[in-house]
């Protein structure tokens, strides 16, 4: 059986596409489409099609320009190429028959003869042109190729141009990023000599006022009367967290140069959590929070500084207390998955924005609204220097493990969540 004669037709116009393939297809005929001169080009070296159908309308490049091309590639000369196309004046006609094709069928066309006219031509039947308008045609048709060429090249040195444009721009925008970056390293160096100098410099005044004072309230330096030693001791409990703040500082800046020390153990997190939980429970209980907690059914053994991960659940315990108002919940749930022990604290405080959910993680970041700020330690509201995240996020790091916050928005309560890679045990 003789296979059914395969047609590309090369058209932009989807629509057409669908109605010659209607046309075609029950009349025996196996279809193939491109949509551009280029693609249309590619697919007939591919495809080796029987005949060509070539509407003269493309992008890219038109239809004379395609059919010149295919008539010159050596195993398509001889592949008959039809032009289809609304353009129906003599003058059209001609060029196109200079250009390469064999047979002009003008649109709309005839749905009852199409089939027809496709196999005549497939025959070999061709179309022709007298030969004294070929010339004439034949030196149009170059003029037209070479004004095409030409715009073409215009439009390509106009692309050019604005590419060498782009580049330059891009380039300047890279030295600039470059600049920022290398005085970001400075002002971050600047930043960390000061924090380091300011907090070494305090420490010494600090140690002598404690140490005075401890003398005072001890008696050593004469009795003291029931003011005095009230006096003194708010004294010593405002120095004792000036102290605090400071090595919270110090610990910052040793973490970001890597100069941490640690004294690693293997710890269990449900222990230490249960001691911390054990010194804040007061303050729980006088500010009327509701506490609950579901403990992993193993201890959630890591390798870890007892001390810093003490700080970890310290202060994320106790901004889930600052940040709830009194009659509110908190809860704790620690658990084992994928090798990592993780813990997670909810509480129905007063939430985090999702804009500020990565930033409180930034050192001396706060979600400031200073009408709220309070000083105190445990009261609702109360806020630190923006140090204590930084601080989780910096040693849980350290440690091979990862911090993150979740809120629903502000008064929807927050929830922290670390996990730390879990000691194997052999
Ligand atoms: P601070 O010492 O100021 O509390 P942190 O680094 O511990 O510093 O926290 C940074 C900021 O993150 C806080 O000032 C607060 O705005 C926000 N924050 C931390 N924990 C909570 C929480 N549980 N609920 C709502 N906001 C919180």
Same mark, same amino acid.
């Not at 491109?34 to 591919?46: E, R, V």
């Not at 001609?94 to 069928?105: F, M, P, S, T």
């Given at each position: 059986m003789k296979s059914a004669p395969h047609i590309l037709y *090369?058209?932009? %116009?989807?629509?057409?596409?669908r109605l010659i393939r209607k046309i075609l297809e029950p009349a025996g005929f196996k279809l193939s489409s491109?949509?551009?001169?280029?693609?249309?080009?590619?697919? =007939?070296?591919?495809l080796?099609p029987d005949l060509i159908l070539?509407?003269?309308?493309?992008?890219?490049?038109?239809?004379?320009?395609?059919?010149?091309? @295919?008539?010159?590639?050596?195993?398509?000369?001889?592949?008959p190429?039809v032009?289809?196309?609304?353009?129906?004046?003599?003058?059209?006609?001609?060029?196109?028959?200079?250009?390469?094709?064999?047979?002009?069928?003008?649109?709309?066309i005839?749905a009852r003869t199409f089939a027809d006219q496709v196999r005549r031509y497939l025959k070999?039947?061709?179309?022709?042109?007298?030969?004294?308008?070929?010339?004439?045609?034949?030196?149009?048709?170059?003029?037209?190729?070479?004004?095409?060429?030409?715009?073409?090249?215009?439009?390509?040195?106009?692309?050019?141009?604005?590419?060498?444009?782009?580049?330059?721009?891009?380039?300047? =925008?890279?030295?600039?990023?470059?600049?920022?970056?290398?005085?970001?390293?400075?002002?971050?160096?600047?930043?960390?000599?000061?924090?380091?100098?300011?907090?070494?410099?305090? $420490?010494?005044?600090?140690?002598? =006022?404690?140490?005075?004072?401890?003398?005072?309230?001890?008696?050593?330096?004469?009795?003291?009367?029931?003011?005095?030693?009230?006096?003194?001791?708010?004294?010593?409990?405002?120095?004792?967290?000036?102290?605090?703040? @400071?090595?919270?500082?110090?610990?910052?800046?040793?973490?970001?140069?890597?100069?941490?020390?640690?004294?690693?153990?293997?710890?269990? @997190? %449900?222990?230490?959590?249960?001691?911390?939980?054990?010194?804040?429970?007061?303050?729980?209980?006088?500010?009327?929070?509701?506490?609950?907690?579901?403990?992993?059914?193993?201890? *959630?053994?890591?390798?870890?500084?007892?001390?810093?991960?003490?700080?970890?659940?310290?202060?994320?315990?106790?901004? =889930?207390?600052?940040?709830?108002?009194?009659?509110?919940?908190?809860?704790?749930?620690?658990? @084992?998955?994928? %090798?990592?022990?993780?813990?997670? *604290?909810?509480?129905?405080? *007063?939430?985090?924005?999702?804009?500020?959910?990565?930033?409180?993680?930034?050192?001396?970041?706060?979600?400031?609204?200073?009408?709220?700020?309070?000083?105190?330690?445990?009261?609702?509201?109360? $806020?630190?220097?923006?140090?204590?995240?930084?601080?989780?996020?910096?040693?849980?790091?350290?440690?091979?493990?990862?911090?993150?916050?979740?809120?629903?928005?502000?008064?929807?309560?927050?929830?922290?969540?670390?996990?730390?890679?879990?000691?194997?045990?052999?």
């Open positions: *090369i058209e932009d %116009n989807e629509f057409n596409q491109a949509f551009d001169g280029i693609q249309g080009i590619k697919q =007939a070296i591919d080796k070539m509407d003269l309308e493309l992008p890219q490049i038109d239809g004379l320009g395609a059919a010149t091309k @295919i008539k010159s590639l050596p195993g398509l000369a001889k592949v190429i032009a289809l196309t609304s353009k129906t004046s003599k003058r059209d006609r001609d060029q196109a028959l200079v250009a390469g094709c064999d047979g002009y069928i003008e649109k709309p005839n070999g039947e061709h179309e022709r042109i007298e030969p004294a308008n070929k010339t004439r045609i034949l030196r149009d048709f170059n003029v037209t190729l070479v004004n095409k060429l030409q715009a073409k090249i215009e439009e390509l040195e106009k692309t050019n141009q604005e590419l060498r444009q782009s580049k330059e721009e891009l380039l300047h =925008a890279y030295e600039q990023s470059q600049n920022w970056n290398l005085e970001l390293q400075r002002l971050t160096r600047l930043k960390e000599n000061i924090v380091g100098i300011t907090s070494h410099e305090l $420490r010494t005044p600090l140690s002598i =006022a404690t140490g005075y004072i401890d003398l005072l309230l001890e008696g050593m330096l004469g009795e003291l009367n029931d003011d005095t030693h009230r006096v003194l001791q708010i004294s010593q409990t405002s120095l004792a967290k000036m102290s605090d703040l @400071i090595t919270k500082i110090t610990d910052l800046t040793r973490l970001a140069l890597k100069k941490f020390p640690m004294n690693l153990e293997v710890v269990d @997190i %449900n222990e230490i959590f249960k001691n911390v939980r054990e010194g804040m429970s007061f303050f729980m209980k006088i500010r009327n929070l509701d506490f609950h907690m579901e403990r992993s059914d193993e201890p *959630i053994w890591v390798q870890a500084d007892p001390n810093l991960i003490e700080q970890v659940l310290s202060n994320l315990l106790k901004n =889930a207390i600052c940040f709830t108002p009194d009659h509110g919940k908190i809860e704790v749930k620690t658990w @084992i998955q994928d %090798n990592k022990g993780w813990f997670e *604290i909810a509480d129905t405080g *007063i939430g985090i924005k999702e804009e500020d959910l990565e930033k409180i993680f930034d050192e001396f970041y706060q979600v400031t609204d200073v009408n709220y700020h309070k000083t105190g330690q445990f009261e609702y509201m109360t $806020r630190g220097i923006g140090v204590g995240l930084a601080l989780c996020k910096g040693i849980l790091s350290e440690l091979g493990g990862k911090i993150g916050a979740s809120s629903s928005g502000l008064n929807q309560g927050s929830s922290f969540t670390f996990y730390l890679p879990m000691v194997t045990q052999e």
